[in-house]
Structure formats: C-alpha cells, structure tokens
C-alpha cells in the first residue's frame, strides 16, 4: 500500500505562491494517478488537481486552471502542487491521493490512498 506525506502549506498573503509536495513510499509511482483535492471548513472535499505520473496528462479544476501546475518527479517519488496567484478561496487543507490507473481522472471515489494533509492558509 502507498504511503503518502503532504508538506508545504503555510499562511501566505493573496497574490503569494506556495509549492506543496506529496512524497510516496512504499511504492513507486510509474503506474499511478496522483491527486490534490483540498476541504475547506464547512464543505465537501473537493479535485485540485490529477496527474498520471506515466503519461504526463493531467486535469485541473476550473477554478485553479491557469494557477496551479501539478507535476511529478519520478527520481524523488514525489508529486509537486504548485500554486501561484494564491487567493482567499484557496484556503482549505490540501491532501495527495494515490490510485493505480493512467487516466487522471480526478474524482475523489476513484481514490483509495490518502494523506493526512497540509494547510494552506491566504489571508491578508
């Protein structure tokens, strides 16, 4: 079973960038499907963002297109969120989510490996 470890989150102002990480053990990645979702309190777990590690395809949620860029290092088994132009609806816990698959279909019920997740925080 993959083991997943979210890092990176802080308290960053509006405007700012931050860069999550999402290292996996265990395993390694060729033959996955990573994803960001992220819940903010009061709501439901929602998709980030999808990669699968093989192909290079992903998908991204509408309202992080042209922000975010999802991307992974095979060397390092780790996926990367980066985030940039954060705003004060991105403030939520974000978690990496593992599957074995090609398609980066990012749902959250496709999942069956999770972390325990990081905060990020946009705050002025």
């Known amino acids: 079973q993959v083991q997943l470890v979210e890092s990176g989150g802080a308290s960053v102002q509006p405007g700012g960038s931050l860069r999550l990480s999402c290292v996996a053990s265990?395993?390694?990645?060729?033959?996955?499907?990573i994803g960001w979702f992220r819940q903010a309190p009061g709501k439901e777990r929602e998709a980030v963002a999808c990669?699968?590690?093989?192909?290079?395809?992903?998908d991204y949620a509408v309202p992080v297109q042209g922000r975010f860029t999802i991307a992974g290092n095979n060397a390092k088994n780790t996926v990367y969120l980066q985030m940039n132009n954060l705003k004060p609806e991105d403030t939520a816990v974000y978690y990496c989510?593992?599957?074995?698959?090609?398609?980066?279909?990012?749902?959250?019920?496709?999942?069956?490996?999770w972390g325990q997740g990081t905060q990020v925080t946009v705050s002025s």
């Open positions: 989510t593992a599957r074995v698959d090609t398609a980066p279909i990012c749902a959250a019920h496709y999942f069956d490996s």
């Open positions: 265990g395993v390694t990645l060729e033959n996955y499907v």
């Open positions: 990669v699968s590690i093989s192909s290079g395809a992903t």
